[in-house]
């Protein structure tokens, strides 16, 4: 069984408002890379209970029922980092409408276990790092912003990432960032088609029905073609990028980047 080290006291109360915790985990190499607590299933199997009974009654059996919030996918209105959400649930917030709850220690670790393996009691609990570090990376050493657009900003040659936060959990963009292959949504697949005016086009695919397909290519134009006007039309089932080469520490940075993206405000 899997174990992730996360912050050892990231949650001192808990109560309606207050389990605001993310996911990610590449496993044991994590845990000991960025060096917090360790949670096993077993807590995340007790988290369960413990939030069925103290926390859904406000925040709803998927964690989505306070307006700019959703538990279970990580959404948060303010916090961040873990240091945020240790100020925010020692304290309360809302103007009393969370109030600080304590649990023993057995508790705590259940219910944060639980958040951040994303409400499935079969999962795996995942850390999310920093998003300062992570928007550097996603710039820098992670070159992922030489492909993906963040604000109007940067190219159009794979899928805008403007507010991947608000429609992607935490475990799917770990996935995308260790195993593309396995993580690319099927309307985001590389395509090669050929025309019968033999024109041969490499892009990205937006948007298809029985007659037609409209494609981004590889110069960032928009282009819509009738079916009937191809000679071949393929789907390439392999990602367009390979895994990534960073860090355990580096990917939880890049997701906690990536889960701040929510669209402009």
Avoid: W
Avoid at 155 to 176: K, M
């Amino acid at each position: 069984m899997k174990y992730l080290r996360v912050i050892s006291q990231a949650l001192r109360a808990m109560g309606c408002l207050g389990m605001l915790l993310i996911l990610i985990s590449p496993g044991a190499g994590l845990a000991q890379e960025l060096g917090d607590h360790q949670y096993t299933s077993q807590a995340i199997q007790a988290g369960l209970r413990i939030y069925s009974r103290e926390c859904a009654l406000c925040h709803g059996p998927q964690g989505d029922l306070v307006g700019g919030v959703n538990l279970r996918l990580g959404q948060f209105k303010t916090a961040q980092s873990d240091e945020d959400l240790r100020s925010i649930v020692t304290s309360g917030a809302g103007a009393g409408q969370m109030p600080a709850f304590n649990f023993n220690e057995a508790d705590l670790n259940g219910v944060i276990a639980y958040i951040r393996a994303g409400f499935n009691p079969e999962g795996v609990a995942i850390f999310i790092g920093d998003p300062a570090r992570g928007e550097a990376l996603f710039q820098g050493k992670g070159e992922c912003a030489n492909c993906h657009r963040v604000n109007g900003v940067g190219p159009r040659t794979a899928p805008d990432l403007s507010e991947i936060g608000a429609i992607r959990s935490p475990a799917s963009l770990q996935r995308n960032l260790l195993d593309p292959a396995t993580a690319i949504l099927p309307i985001n697949r590389p395509v090669r088609i050929v025309t019968r005016n033999e024109e041969t086009i490499i892009g990205r695919r937006l948007n298809e029905d029985t007659y037609t397909v409209q494609v981004i290519d590889s110069q960032e134009r928009l282009r819509s073609l009738q079916k009937s006007d191809l000679v071949s039309y393929e789907i390439s089932m392999a990602p367009s990028k390979p895994p990534t080469t960073l860090s355990s520490a580096e990917v939880a940075d890049v997701v906690g980047y990536l889960l701040s993206l929510r669209g402009l405000q």
